[in-house]
């Protein structure tokens, strides 16, 4: 009690700067110019994933198949354009596959009932899986080249910032006035908090939870192509990692509760910022790959344990006809 | 007949749609689809793949099977108490890895080695069973990170011990014997695996802590409030899956002695995709060994038939993930509608051509209506709900039973005192008394029970044999209504239905299917038997004076019949009275050697064109709620006497209604006759004007008190 409040987000911000400050004392290469851009960089597209997610969760959803989604539509499309199809063109049919896989995820969970963590988990082997077999052969995909906006994309500054990072800045302004303005937001959040109470007062909550998908979907397909255009191609070695987990960090991390209904694009913000520091903290260390997958599933465990203690479950609203999953 | 009239009666006769409810509502069906996939599965690839049922490919299945069904058991038993395990994929890779560390880099004793894999599976599942069942985590979130976190540690040993686990090689003849040998024939990790598969069957269906882990899952907060720990089973159930995929992870490292980067990914959705096909629910409280063995069966044979045709591992991998889709889809469906089909499926009415009713207002009818029942008098009014029957000893003391499970004693002449006489707990219907003076009741939805007259209640019967083509379990008694003892002591005793409980009469009425019968239980051998099968709703019994044969009565089809169970017409049943203008109930014999039959309700045109009409009572039955259905009218009901050839001597009817709307039972004692309702809250007794004034139903038929 006191005046005092410990918000979540106050506490993994101080974290994450304490851990800045550590780093740039013990580490001689942290603290250069371009160190800290390579770090906001390699953070912006966690970030940007980041943002998907974290609107699903608040939307008391989970998506699984956001890497696959991007991995995927990405390497079509970079296929496609390697085999002669304009670029717009090919980017047109990513940007359709995108909307359909979050359609079929969205149309699963909201009218089929399925729980959401199981859906997208057997979505993404179904996507990956497809993709690898129906839309592309080989596993590494270039870029093509002579597109200059996507060009500028990958290696533009934009007021003197990279454009991934522009990218995560205009992405977050615009989802964060989404939740806070639009009909859509509000209703997310109230879907989030309560989905029978917010469905008994009118929101039309199955077509809400679609529509979340949806945009999740589409939002892993901008960040396919951030990622495309900041590393000149895109590899299927990105599904077999781990990354849809770093992404489960930034908004478990960051103070999105996965009880739905709270947290917002500034917890998005500071998780990636703290996942960001870690990251580069670790790589500069010089930790292996396996024991930075160690360090930072045992710290996705502490945070869910803590948030399932700063938030824990509502039993009245938690659906009880899917157990304890 | 008119031609549609025919095609109705055959297609009722012939066609037995009422099966298809009776096989949805088994416990069964739930694994009759996955069993029926796997055999088509086994018969698809038996026959696409070459070899595919030779012997060593079915002894490389069994090894296969051995492990694979373990890990899916695990995952199984957690599903079973409502959680999920996603961890078993990477438990079962450490387990591989360290067998093989301690086989083959340390060369340790095999059971040492044994020892050290369970212990560790059992630090593995405290683990998750510490999160997930003390600090409430969610369980797909928390195992899909320690599945994580395991594969990190497995994949940290596993490069740092690679090349010194490869360049070792165990030669103990144990560690062969697990990973090659076979006992009598068998495998013997399939056999180790048989043994703990029937020992968790054995604790599922049977034991204790199986039905609780079972209620934690089936609905958490009960299981609770009965005073589980819901905590501790959920712990238990986590440490239990992670020790046996350490155990399968042992198996495999010695059949295959060696381990690659890749062992174990994807055993995780193979495990889920299993026992979400073999039936077991996602969110607990369904799931059985059995499901889970042709789950994994299923899964194997398909994965490895895939890979046999040369389908590559992307698609694979997505077939495997759309089936788990489709799985789990069909799953949550059948779960949530299961009750409204089986609803919708289980009606299932039958033809029923009656004879046309009587006329009940027409002059010279033997039923013509009068009001004599109006002025009776009243006993207990309002102490009593539901006095189905009522009966009168030899001391003038008056029983019925209630609503509330209780036998009521009215003590005579006067009745106006009551006690509870005995308190059974289902409600008692029909009564009769034996030699001796024993009470015998019929309670629906229990069976035959005796109330000694110093009120020690013992059961007689709850169930009689099995027939062979009944679907549904006919062995128990589900609606037993009367009863009467035979001079030589047996007890015959009428069941309306096969197909419904007490509260659902009315949904019996509105099928009108031979599904009730006639039972006899024999005091001196203690053996029950079903006497005469296929009765519609069979409601009403009493001896005949000839000692060998009883009146019954059949209330949907308007009917009494007679029916010989000693003497030279033994077996043969006679129609006594095939078209009575009302829905006969419980049937009694009457001072002059007549019987005293209760109509509980008078039929009505539109209801009797409707039981020509199967396919309309369907139709109503799916469509309309069931209190806009079409019922017997029970807002009026009469007492008739009727003698041996079915004439009609007599009637009473309170047309009014005013006080016996309902009548199914009376009984005469000593010039009265006493009324029983089973929706009333009272009994009526009525002054028979010309009847013996000492006669004593009990006397009269057992001889004077001994």
Same mark, same amino acid.
């Given at each position: 009690?006191?005046?005092?409040?410990?918000?979540?987000?106050?506490?993994?911000?101080?974290?994450?700067? *304490?851990? !800045? =400050? $550590?780093? /740039?004392? +013990?580490?001689?290469?942290? @603290?250069?110019?371009?160190?800290?851009?390579?770090? #906001?960089?390699?953070?912006?597209?966690?970030?940007?994933?980041?943002?998907?997610?974290?609107?699903?969760?608040?939307?008391?959803?989970?998506?699984?198949?956001?890497?696959?989604?991007?991995?995927?539509?990405?390497?079509?499309?970079?296929?496609?354009?390697?085999?002669?199809?304009?670029?717009?063109?090919?980017?047109?049919?990513?940007?359709?596959?995108?909307?359909?896989?979050?359609?079929?995820?969205?149309?699963?969970?909201?009218?089929?009932?399925?729980?959401?963590?199981?859906?997208?988990?057997?979505?993404?082997?179904?996507?990956?899986?497809?993709?690898?077999?129906?839309?592309?052969?080989?596993?590494?995909?270039?870029?093509?080249?002579?597109?200059?906006?996507?060009?500028?994309?990958?290696?533009?500054?934009?007021?003197?910032?990279?454009?991934?990072? *522009?990218? !995560? =800045? $205009?992405? /977050?302004? +615009?989802?964060?006035?989404? @939740?806070?303005?639009?009909?859509?937001?509000?209703? #997310?959040?109230?879907?989030?908090?309560?989905?029978?109470?917010?469905?008994?007062?009118?929101?039309?909550?199955?077509?809400?939870?679609?529509?979340?998908?949806?945009?999740?979907?589409?939002?892993?397909?901008?960040?396919?192509?951030?990622?495309?255009?900041?590393?000149?191609?895109?590899?299927?070695?990105?599904?077999?990692?781990?990354?849809?987990?770093?992404?489960?960090?930034?908004?478990?991390?960051?103070?999105?509760?996965?009880?739905?209904?709270?947290?917002?694009?500034?917890?998005?913000?500071?998780?990636?910022?703290?996942?960001?520091?870690?990251?580069?903290?670790?790589?500069?260390?010089?930790?292996?790959?396996?024991?930075?997958?160690?360090?930072?599933?045992?710290?996705?465990?502490?945070?869910?344990?803590?948030?399932?203690?700063?938030?824990?479950?509502?039993?009245?609203?938690?659906?009880?006809?899917?157990?304890?999953? | 007949?008119?031609?549609?009239?025919?095609?109705?009666?055959?297609?009722?006769?012939?066609?037995?749609?009422?099966?298809?409810?009776?096989?949805?509502?088994?416990?069964?069906?739930?694994?009759?689809?996955?069993?029926?996939?796997?055999?088509?599965?086994?018969?698809?690839?038996?026959?696409?793949?070459?070899?595919?049922?030779?012997?060593?490919?079915?002894?490389?299945?069994?090894?296969?099977?051995?492990?694979?069904?373990?890990?899916?058991?695990?995952?199984?038993?957690?599903?079973?108490?409502?959680?999920?395990?996603?961890?078993?994929?990477?438990?079962?890779?450490?387990?591989?890895?360290?067998?093989?560390?301690?086989?083959?880099?340390?060369?340790?004793?095999?059971?040492?080695?044994?020892?050290?894999?369970?212990?560790?599976?059992?630090?593995?599942?405290?683990?998750?069973?510490?999160?997930?069942?003390?600090?409430?985590?969610?369980?797909?979130?928390?195992?899909?990170?320690?599945?994580?976190?395991?594969?990190?540690?497995?994949?940290?040993?596993?490069?740092?011990?690679?090349?010194?686990?490869?360049?070792?090689?165990?030669?103990?003849?144990?560690?062969?014997?697990?990973?090659?040998?076979?006992?009598?024939?068998?495998?013997?990790?399939?056999?180790?695996?048989?043994?703990?598969?029937?020992?968790?069957?054995?604790?599922?269906?049977?034991?204790?802590?199986?039905?609780?882990?079972?209620?934690?899952?089936?609905?958490?907060?009960?299981?609770?409030?009965?005073?589980?720990?819901?905590?501790?089973?959920?712990?238990?159930?986590?440490?239990?899956?992670?020790?046996?995929?350490?155990?399968?992870?042992?198996?495999?490292?010695?059949?295959?002695?060696?381990?690659?980067?890749?062992?174990?990914?994807?055993?995780?959705?193979?495990?889920?995709?299993?026992?979400?096909?073999?039936?077991?629910?996602?969110?607990?409280?369904?799931?059985?060994?059995?499901?889970?063995?042709?789950?994994?069966?299923?899964?194997?044979?398909?994965?490895?038939?895939?890979?046999?045709?040369?389908?590559?591992?992307?698609?694979?991998?997505?077939?495997?993930?759309?089936?788990?889709?489709?799985?789990?889809?069909?799953?949550?469906?059948?779960?949530?509608?299961?009750?409204?089909?089986?609803?919708?499926?289980?009606?299932?009415?039958?033809?029923?051509?009656?004879?046309?009713?009587?006329?009940?207002?027409?002059?010279?009818?033997?039923?013509?209506?009068?009001?004599?029942?109006?002025?009776?008098?009243?006993?207990?009014?309002?102490?009593?709900?539901?006095?189905?029957?009522?009966?009168?000893?030899?001391?003038?003391?008056?029983?019925?039973?209630?609503?509330?499970?209780?036998?009521?004693?009215?003590?005579?002449?006067?009745?106006?005192?009551?006690?509870?006489?005995?308190?059974?707990?289902?409600?008692?219907?029909?009564?009769?008394?034996?030699?001796?003076?024993?009470?015998?009741?019929?309670?629906?939805?229990?069976?035959?029970?005796?109330?000694?007259?110093?009120?020690?209640?013992?059961?007689?019967?709850?169930?009689?044999?099995?027939?062979?083509?009944?679907?549904?379990?006919?062995?128990?008694?589900?609606?037993?209504?009367?009863?009467?003892?035979?001079?030589?002591?047996?007890?015959?005793?009428?069941?309306?239905?096969?197909?419904?409980?007490?509260?659902?009469?009315?949904?019996?009425?509105?099928?009108?299917?031979?599904?009730?019968?006639?039972?006899?239980?024999?005091?001196?051998?203690?053996?029950?038997?079903?006497?005469?099968?296929?009765?519609?709703?069979?409601?009403?019994?009493?001896?005949?004076?000839?000692?060998?044969?009883?009146?019954?009565?059949?209330?949907?089809?308007?009917?009494?019949?007679?029916?010989?169970?000693?003497?030279?017409?033994?077996?043969?049943?006679?129609?006594?009275?095939?078209?009575?203008?009302?829905?006969?109930?419980?049937?009694?014999?009457?001072?002059?050697?007549?019987?005293?039959?209760?109509?509980?309700?008078?039929?009505?045109?539109?209801?009797?064109?409707?039981?020509?009409?199967?396919?309309?009572?369907?139709?109503?039955?799916?469509?309309?709620?069931?209190?806009?259905?079409?019922?017997?009218?029970?807002?009026?009901?009469?007492?008739?006497?009727?003698?041996?050839?079915?004439?009609?001597?007599?009637?009473?009817?309170?047309?009014?209604?005013?006080?016996?709307?309902?009548?199914?039972?009376?009984?005469?004692?000593?010039?009265?006759?006493?009324?029983?309702?089973?929706?009333?809250?009272?009994?009526?007794?009525?002054?028979?004007?010309?009847?013996?004034?000492?006669?004593?139903?009990?006397?009269?038929?057992?001889?004077?008190?001994?």
């Amino acid at each position: 009690m006191g005046k005092v409040r410990l918000s979540q987000e106050g506490v993994v911000f101080a974290l994450a700067v *304490a851990l !800045f =400050a $550590v780093f /740039a004392v +013990l580490l001689n290469n942290f @603290l250069t110019a371009g160190n800290l851009i390579a770090l #906001v960089r390699s953070v912006s597209i966690l970030g940007i994933l980041g943002l998907g997610m974290g609107l699903v969760v608040i939307g008391r959803g989970i998506d699984l198949a956001m890497i696959a989604t991007m991995v995927v539509t990405l390497s079509w499309v970079l296929s496609m354009a390697q085999a002669g199809t304009p670029f717009d063109t090919a980017l047109a049919y990513g940007f359709l596959l995108a909307v359909a896989i979050g359609l079929a995820s969205g149309i699963l969970i909201a009218y089929a009932d399925i729980p959401a963590i199981f859906t997208t988990l057997a979505m993404g082997l179904v996507i990956y899986g497809s993709g690898r077999a129906f839309l592309f052969q080989i596993d590494v995909q270039n870029t093509p080249s002579g597109v200059a906006w996507f060009d500028f994309l990958g290696r533009g500054l934009l007021f003197g910032l990279p454009m991934p990072i *522009a990218a !995560f =800045a $205009v992405l /977050a302004a +615009l989802i964060a006035l989404m @939740l806070m303005r639009t009909r859509f937001g509000r209703f #997310v959040y109230a879907a989030g908090d309560n989905p029978l109470a917010a469905r008994i007062t009118g929101v039309p909550l199955r077509p809400l939870i679609v529509l979340q998908y949806v945009v999740s979907s589409l939002i892993a397909f901008l960040a396919g192509i951030v990622m495309a255009a900041a590393v000149s191609g895109m590899s299927t070695r990105v599904y077999n990692s781990t990354m849809i987990y770093d992404v489960l960090l930034v908004v478990v991390l960051g103070g999105i509760s996965l009880s739905g209904g709270r947290g917002g694009v500034r917890n998005v913000l500071v998780g990636t910022l703290l996942v960001g520091v870690l990251l580069n903290g670790m790589t500069i260390l010089d930790i292996t790959y396996t024991t930075q997958n160690l360090i930072k599933s045992l710290i996705l465990l502490l945070a869910i344990m803590v948030d399932s203690f700063i938030n824990p479950r509502d039993e009245q609203t938690s659906q009880q006809s899917q157990g304890d999953i | 007949m008119a031609s549609s009239d025919t095609f109705a009666y055959l297609r009722s006769r012939y066609l037995p749609d009422h099966l298809i409810g009776e096989i949805l509502s088994k416990r069964w069906i739930d694994n009759a689809i996955p069993f029926s996939a796997l055999v088509i599965t086994i018969v698809v690839m038996g026959s696409i793949i070459p070899d595919f049922l030779s012997v060593s490919s079915l002894s490389d299945l069994a090894r296969q099977f051995a492990e694979f069904g373990l890990v899916v058991l695990a995952l199984t038993v957690v599903m079973i108490s409502g959680g999920i395990d996603l961890s078993v994929a990477s438990v079962f890779s450490l387990a591989v890895l360290f067998s093989l560390i301690g086989v083959n880099v340390y060369a340790l004793p095999i059971p040492v080695v044994l020892a050290g894999i369970l212990v560790m599976g059992i630090f593995c599942g405290a683990i998750n069973g510490v999160l997930v069942g003390y600090l409430r985590l969610r369980a797909f979130l928390t195992t899909l990170v320690s599945l994580i976190i395991f594969r990190s540690i497995y994949e940290i040993v596993f490069v740092k011990m690679s090349t010194a686990m490869m360049s070792g090689f165990s030669m103990s003849d144990l560690w062969l014997f697990i990973g090659e040998g076979t006992i009598l024939g068998v495998p013997t990790s399939l056999v180790i695996t048989l043994i703990i598969a029937l020992a968790w069957h054995l604790v599922l269906s049977r034991m204790r802590p199986g039905w609780r882990l079972t209620a934690v899952g089936g609905a958490r907060r009960s299981a609770f409030n009965a005073g589980i720990d819901v905590r501790f089973m959920v712990f238990l159930t986590y440490v239990a899956s992670s020790t046996m995929c350490a155990l399968a992870g042992f198996l495999f490292a010695a059949r295959l002695g060696s381990t690659g980067s890749d062992t174990g990914v994807g055993l995780e959705v193979q495990a889920l995709t299993a026992a979400v096909l073999g039936g077991t629910a996602i969110g607990g409280g369904r799931g059985s060994v059995a499901k889970a063995i042709i789950g994994s069966l299923l899964v194997l044979i398909l994965t490895n038939g895939l890979i046999n045709l040369g389908i590559s591992g992307p698609i694979n991998s997505t077939i495997l993930g759309a089936i788990l889709l489709t799985a789990v889809f069909v799953d949550m469906r059948w779960q949530k509608h299961r009750h409204r089909i089986l609803a919708k499926v289980y009606v299932s009415p039958a033809y029923l051509a009656l004879p046309p009713a009587p006329k009940v207002d027409a002059p010279g009818s033997p039923y013509v209506l009068n009001d004599r029942l109006r002025s009776v008098e009243i006993i207990g009014l309002g102490q009593i709900e539901g006095p189905e029957d009522v009966i009168l000893d030899r001391d003038d003391n008056l029983y019925c039973g209630t609503r509330h499970g209780d036998i009521v004693r009215f003590f005579g002449p006067d009745h106006q005192r009551s006690e509870v006489f005995a308190h059974i707990g289902g409600h008692p219907l029909g009564m009769a008394f034996d030699r001796v003076g024993n009470l015998l009741v019929c309670i629906g939805g229990m069976g035959l029970f005796q109330v000694a007259p110093d009120r020690t209640v013992t059961k007689l019967t709850d169930e009689t044999n099995r027939s062979w083509t009944s679907i549904v379990d006919d062995s128990r008694l589900r609606l037993a209504d009367d009863v009467d003892v035979a001079p030589d002591g047996r007890i015959y005793f009428s069941e309306a239905t096969i197909r419904y409980e007490q509260e659902d009469w009315a949904t019996d009425a509105l099928e009108s299917r031979p599904s009730g019968r006639m039972i006899c239980y024999d005091p001196r051998t203690g053996k029950t038997h079903t006497e005469i099968p296929k009765l519609v709703f069979a409601n009403g019994v009493t001896m005949c004076p000839d000692g060998q044969s009883f009146m019954f009565a059949e209330s949907w089809t308007c009917s009494i019949s007679r029916y010989w169970f000693d003497g030279p017409k033994k077996g043969k049943t006679e129609k006594v009275i095939s078209s009575l203008p009302g829905y006969p109930d419980n049937i009694n014999r009457s001072s002059d050697g007549n019987y005293w039959l209760a109509l509980l309700g008078m039929r009505g045109p539109a209801l009797d064109l409707a039981m020509r009409m199967p396919g309309f009572r369907k139709r109503m039955a799916r469509r309309v709620a069931p209190d806009q259905w079409l019922y017997p009218n029970i807002n009026t009901g009469c007492v008739v006497k009727f003698n041996e050839k079915g004439e009609i001597l007599d009637n009473l009817w309170d047309l009014g209604g005013r006080n016996h709307p309902m009548i199914t039972s009376m009984r005469e004692h000593k010039g009265w006759l006493y009324l029983g309702g089973v929706s009333n809250n009272r009994i009526g007794r009525y002054k028979l004007p010309d009847a013996d004034p000492n006669w004593c139903a009990q006397d009269a038929y057992w001889g004077p008190r001994a």
